[in-house]
């Protein structure tokens, strides 16, 4: 499966985006679908994840209130939303896919989109 992602910028802190993950294939709705963030000079971390019906979830707790995992199966997309952001927020983000099961290592996941960056501003 082929993943885009989209929706980063520059914004302020306490600012929101919404990023977008969307995939070219019709069994997206068979992937459980995550983000993980990478900051200048650190390990990829995980940030979300929610598997392929949309009910089970995961969320950093460096996030965990803050942002929100949800997905559109119709229109094959997982949107993260990012309210309160903060500096730390700042990094590239990546929507990742792998068949069925909820994972949240980094390294459990098959596909990857390009990534999106990410910068809020003090």
């Known amino acids: 499966v082929q993943l885009q992602a989209s929706g980063g910028g520059l914004v302020q802190t306490g600012g929101s985006l919404r990023l977008s993950c969307a995939a070219s294939e019709r069994t997206f709705s068979t992937y459980a679908v995550g983000w993980v963030r990478q900051a200048p000079g650190k390990a990829r971390e995980f940030v979300a994840a929610i598997d392929w019906w949309g009910i089970g979830r995961d969320v950093a707790s460096s996030v965990k209130g803050r942002f929100t995992i949800s997905r559109d199966n119709t229109k094959n997309t997982v949107y993260l939303q990012m309210n309160s952001l903060e500096p730390e927020d700042t990094a590239v983000y990546y929507c990742?896919?792998?068949?069925?099961?909820?994972?949240?290592?980094?390294?459990?996941?098959?596909?990857w989109g390009q990534g999106t960056q990410v910068t809020v501003s003090s």
């Open positions: 990742a896919a792998r068949r069925q099961f909820l994972v949240t290592q980094p390294d459990q996941f098959d596909y």
